[in-house]
Each structure stands twice: as C-alpha cells, then as structure tokens.
C-alpha cells in the first residue's frame, strides 16, 4: 500500500459529460503529480501541484483541469470528455520541497471509460 | 529536457533464466533514475532508485540496475526470473531542470515469463 487514495477506481460516462477525479496524497508530502495512462500514449504527465499551488503542467488539454486544495487533497477535473480520454488517470505524491529526489508514491489509478 | 528510452517494448524469458531490461536516459543535469514495475490492473511500484550515491543500485525481489554515466544508461537485472516477475516495467529519468521534478516515463517494457 502506498499511502495514495484515488477514487472513484472505476467510471462509465458519456461523451459530452464532465468528471472529476480525487486523489488524497501520501501523510506528509506536499506534492500531488497527475498522469494520463492509454495504450497508445503511454504515461503522460498531466500537472503537478506543490502545497496548493500549480507547480508544472505538462501535457494536459484545456478541457482538463486541476487543484490542490489546502488540505493537501486533489482533484482532476475532465469536462467536455470525448472517446480519446478513456484512459487509466494515475495520481502520485512525493516529498517535494528541498528533500525531494523525484520519488514517486502511486495511488492505483482511476480508469475512466467514455462511451 | 530529460528523456528516457526503453530500448525493448517486449522481452520473453524463461523462468529460472536471467532478466534484462535495457533503458537510456538523457538529462542537462545529474538525474535521478528510477524503475517501477506495474501489475495488471494496479498502480506502479518502485522497484528501485539512483539518487547519486552507489552506481550499484538494489531493489526489491532481486532486482538490480547500474547506473553508467558514460554510457547514460540504468540497465535493469536480475539473476533468475520468477514467474510473479511477468508485469509492465517503467524506467523514470527525473531532474531539477526548470526547478522542478517532473519524472518523466519510457514507454514501458512488457516482461513475459514462461514456465
């Protein structure tokens, strides 16, 4: 157990719908990754949030969108979904701060299904 | 920018027999390296990490992976495969370019293992 909580596991929507996904990281780290799992594009980082404030963003779309809240929680939000964003969305946490080593702590994942 | 290859998308192996997993990596900076292994239907788990200390890196259920600046690569060993080793493997390149850690993904390896 890696101390990650995701939920829901498990999701059926619609095209057209929005989502939202939540993440409660690890006791004591501050930093909160999203990634986007699918077969074609492999893992893909989405963004990175640091004791509530957006620290990175990679490829996540516009429709997509995320924050920290100050307990440290997490929440993905989709909107908008379409066929292609059927995918495995992973959260992750770590240390952060000057400690940080990039080590990752996975949750285990939520697997959205858009029909 | 920080990239990482894994040089197999697949590698069949016997069980009993020896276990390679080759991966390069690119960074601008010294890198942190790491291995997750992912179960069917599970979130990853670090298998292993090189933080800039010993190049001989050992990770759990008899993994092991050297780091060789030279040849900036984080091959991925083990003496004798099992058959609970069949799982998706990811090599992870992270570094503090752009001031932050952002881990970045090979696409993976797929280890089957045959009785």
């Known amino acids: 157990d890696s101390g990650v909580t995701q939920t829901p596991k498990h999701l059926i929507t619609a095209t057209g719908q929005r989502v939202t996904l939540r993440c409660s990281p690890r006791s004591g780290d501050l930093s909160v990754y999203w990634y986007q799992q699918s077969l074609d594009q492999g893992l893909q980082f989405l963004i990175q949030?640091?004791?509530?404030?957006?620290?990175a963003k990679g490829n996540i779309l516009e429709r997509f969108s995320a924050q920290q809240f100050p307990d440290l929680h997490s929440e993905l939000n989709l909107s908008s979904l379409e066929l292609g964003d059927s995918a495995l969305y992973f959260c992750?946490?770590?240390?952060?701060?000057?400690?940080?080593?990039?080590?990752?702590?996975f949750g285990e994942g939520s697997r959205l299904t858009v029909l | 920018a920080q990239s990482v290859t894994q040089l197999d998308s697949h590698v069949s192996v016997s069980e009993g027999t020896p276990v390679l997993l080759r991966c390069n990596y690119s960074?601008?900076?010294?890198?942190?390296l790491f291995w997750y292994v992912q179960h069917p239907n599970k979130g990853l788990q670090l298998l292993l990490k090189y933080t800039s200390a010993a190049t001989l890196v050992k990770g759990i259920n008899g993994f092991e992976a050297e780091f060789k600046k030279s040849e900036t690569s984080f091959h991925l060993t083990k003496p004798s495969a099992h058959m609970s080793d069949a799982a998706e493997y990811f090599c992870?390149?992270?570094?503090?370019?752009?001031?932050?850690?952002?881990?970045?993904f090979g696409r993976g390896t797929s280890l089957i293992v045959h009785p």
């Open positions: 992870v390149v992270s570094d503090r370019g752009g001031g932050s850690y952002i881990p970045t």
């Open positions: 949030y640091y004791n509530g404030e957006e620290r």
């Open positions: 960074s601008s900076y010294s890198p942190s």
């Open positions: 992750a946490s770590s240390v952060g701060g000057l400690s940080n080593t990039g080590e990752l702590f």
